[in-house]
């Protein structure tokens, strides 16, 4: 089960912010959680649940109107002008019917407006949609789709408990594009006990040969309390190996660049500005954004504030008419400052050296001197090198 909440402050019964708190004007977006999985991945410690897990007071079929519920009091506390972006993740949302999916989508566009051009995301396992659901959401305006991939190969999906078969991610891709999806983003995962260099390297073949126009690549983390992390300790599988993750970083940074999938983010490459998660990066550059569900986070104007866990509680809550926000933080700017340097830095785009202080301004040079930086036009650029290291070129930059 995932780990328990951070602390903070309580928020107040009817979720309403610190005087003179509101969106700060780097765009806005919504996350909605969806909290249900069929079965639990041995390596996840999201804040998801199967059906044996739920107990009472929170259902699938019930769900939507609650999330409908919390929308309603954000509606009370924040006037965005527009939302920019919409992301539904999990979980997995596409175990809920696709009206269900696009009565909440309506229902944000009632509350806030839809801008024009949004982005509209939902995640899905690849075994949880077909032809017929993905061009419902389609119709419903869903923008873009990202299936859980991992990886095409059998046994590493056996070890992380996947389970789709090992092509039906790349041909849940070519359904979605078929369905007429602007975007379809496949998530691969490297690192795994067990994986070989030719298992990662088909992989990445397949997620380019499905034709999407993004692809996603996160090393293994082994996060405590879960099944894999069990197996690890009692010496059944291995614990990943750091040399092992950089080689298969290099592996993916050449092959998508071979593709025509450029970095922008670390983890991310996209076909083309077009292409890139504007949800993503709405988080990454100090955008706002509220989060519906139990444990999503949500960050307006500097505060930063996270949702009771579980979907009973989080229905109870709401049900009496009560701010299901679990605590909360106002950012101090030094706070807010070591953030934005570390998400800033990740970016393709680059760290503005006028955010540092003369120290980090130092640091950024020697990071350069060593082949870890690039200093262009006013800006800090990761090098392939520094992508490798890149918590360690931030750590060396701040205070």
Same mark, same amino acid.
């Given at each position: ?185 496949? &998530? *691969?995962? %490297? ?5 070989? /260099? +030719?298992?990662?390297? #088909?992989?990445? $073949? @397949?997620?380019?040969? !499905? ?24 010496? &059944? *599988?291995? %614990? ?5 993750? /950089? +080689?298969?970083?290099? #592996?993916?940074? $050449? @092959?998508?660049?071979? !593709? ?140």
């Amino acid at each position: 089960m995932p780990g328990a909440l951070p602390e903070g402050e309580a928020v107040p019964r009817d979720g309403s912010l610190p005087p003179g708190t509101g969106p700060g004007g780097r765009g806005f977006g919504v996350y909605v959680h969806v909290p249900f999985c069929a079965s639990r991945c041995g390596y996840c410690d999201f804040n998801t649940y199967t059906a044996a897990e739920l107990g009472g007071g929170a259902s699938r079929e019930a769900y939507p109107q609650t999330v409908l519920a919390e929308l309603a009091l954000a509606a009370r506390v924040v006037a965005p002008a527009r939302v920019d972006t919409v992301f539904v993740g999990g979980g997995t949302p596409t175990l809920l019917d696709p009206d269900d999916l696009a009565r909440i989508l309506e229902a944000i566009d009632r509350t806030w407006g839809l801008a024009a051009d949004a982005e509209v995301t939902t995640e899905a396992n690849p075994e949880s949609v077909n032809p017929a659901s993905l061009q419902r959401l389609r119709k419903a305006g869903f923008t873009r789709v990202s299936l859980g991939m991992q990886s095409i190969a059998p046994g590493v999906l056996q070890v992380l408990e996947r389970r789709h078969t090992a092509g039906r991610a790349p041909a849940a891709a070519v359904e979605a594009r078929e369905a007429g999806f602007d975007h379809v983003n496949l &998530d *691969l995962i %490297y690192g795994t006990p067990g994986e070989t /260099a +030719d298992d990662f390297a #088909a992989s990445l $073949a @397949a997620a380019v040969g !499905a034709g999407v126009d993004h692809v996603s690549a996160y090393s293994l983390i082994v996060e405590d309390g879960t099944r894999l992390a069990a197996r690890m300790r009692r010496g &059944d *599988l291995p %614990y990943p190996d750091d040399d092992v993750a /950089a +080689d298969r970083y290099l #592996a993916a940074d $050449a @092959a998508l660049d071979a !593709a025509g999938l450029t970095w922008y983010e670390v983890s991310n490459w996209a076909a083309g500005p077009a292409a890139r998660c504007r949800h993503n990066l709405l988080y990454w550059t100090g955008g706002d954004w509220w989060g519906l569900g139990p444990g999503a986070h949500s960050h307006v104007g500097g505060v930063r504030w996270w949702n009771v866990k579980h979907p009973s509680t989080y229905a109870a809550r709401l049900a009496a008419g009560e701010s299901p926000g679990y605590a909360r933080e106002v950012l101090a700017p030094d706070d807010r400052h070591v953030e934005d340097v570390m998400l800033r830095l990740r970016l393709a785009s680059g760290l503005p050296l006028d955010v540092l202080d003369a120290q980090g301004r130092a640091a950024a040079g020697r990071a350069a001197a060593d082949g870890l930086l690039e200093i262009r036009d006013g800006h800090a650029l990761l090098t392939l090198r520094g992508r490798l290291l890149a918590d360690a070129v931030v750590r060396d930059l701040l205070p």
